[in-house]
Antibody, heavy 119, light 106 residues
Framework: EVQLVQSGAEVKKPGESLRISCKGS????????IAWVRHMPGKGLEYMGI????????RYSPSFQGQVAISADKSISTAYLQWSSLKASDTAMYYC????????????WGQGTLVIVSS | EIVMTQSPATLSVSPGERATLSCRAS??????LAWYQQKPGQAPRLLIY???TRATGIPARFSGSGSGTEFTLTISSLQSEDFAVYYC????????FGQGTKVEIK
């Protein structure tokens, strides 16, 4: 069974750094793209960026370029989303998703990681 | 960046009725279009990809059509479990999501 299991909820202060994770199982982690999607309260889904763990090829949405960093450790089948300095506006639910169909269609999603940034 | 525009923002439908949701792309995405359903507190679920192919386990009452820049998701007879937010997504040039259509009980 394909599974993406994300790390738990985080409560941080503005200016702090954070890395959240997404561990894949039940599929070849190095053969599918893994994307990150933001869902702010009361808003729609926003594509942040995508990584191919096989060679760490990473692409960012223009809206998120320079704001976050996406990485992966294929040895432990885990992808990461990282912030160096959080803002209150980063408060959201973050999902990882696997491009399991045609390499890019998101057929499997993680359960989401809630990030709350508040002073 | 390809912009995806969904309409309407909210659709009020009675159970058993048909729902028709629209999605427009700012430039051609060929048939590289997916639809997702999201319920409160849950991750999105893939319904349709390739504009018209149902994902595994998706009931036949869900159907997708279109190509190029104009797409439609039709739910033929709404069930109680279908009231949710629906997103279209292009994957012709990486990803872009539409802003969503909320299907609510009339």
């Amino acid at each position: 069974e394909v599974q993406l299991v994300q790390s738990g909820a985080e409560v941080k202060k503005p200016g702090e750094s954070l890395r959240i994770s997404c561990k894949g199982s039940g599929f070849s982690f190095t053969s599918d793209w893994i994307a990150w999607v933001r869902h702010m309260p009361g808003k729609g889904l926003e594509y942040m960026g995508i990584i191919y763990p096989g060679d760490s090829d990473t692409r960012y949405s223009p809206s998120f370029q320079g704001q976050v960093a996406i990485s992966a450790d294929k040895s432990i089948s885990t992808a990461y989303l990282q912030w160096s300095s959080l803002k209150a506006s980063d408060t959201a639910m973050y999902y990882c998703a696997r491009g399991g169909i045609q390499g890019v269609v998101a057929d499997s999603w993680g359960q989401g990681t809630l990030v709350i940034v508040s002073s | 960046e390809i912009v995806m525009t969904q309409s309407p923002a909210t659709l009020s439908v009675s159970p058993g009725e048909r729902a028709t949701l629209s999605c427009r792309a700012s430039q051609s995405v060929s048939s590289n279009l997916a639809w997702y359903q999201q319920k409160p507190g849950q991750a999105p679920r893939l319904l349709i990809y390739g504009a018209s192919t149902r994902a595994t386990g998706i009931p036949a009452r869900f159907s997708g059509s279109g190509s190029g820049t104009e797409f439609t998701l039709t739910i033929s007879s709404l069930q109680s479990e279908d009231f949710a937010v629906y997103y279209c997504q292009q994957y012709n040039n990486w990803w872009t999501f539409g802003q969503g259509t909320k299907v609510e009980i009339k």
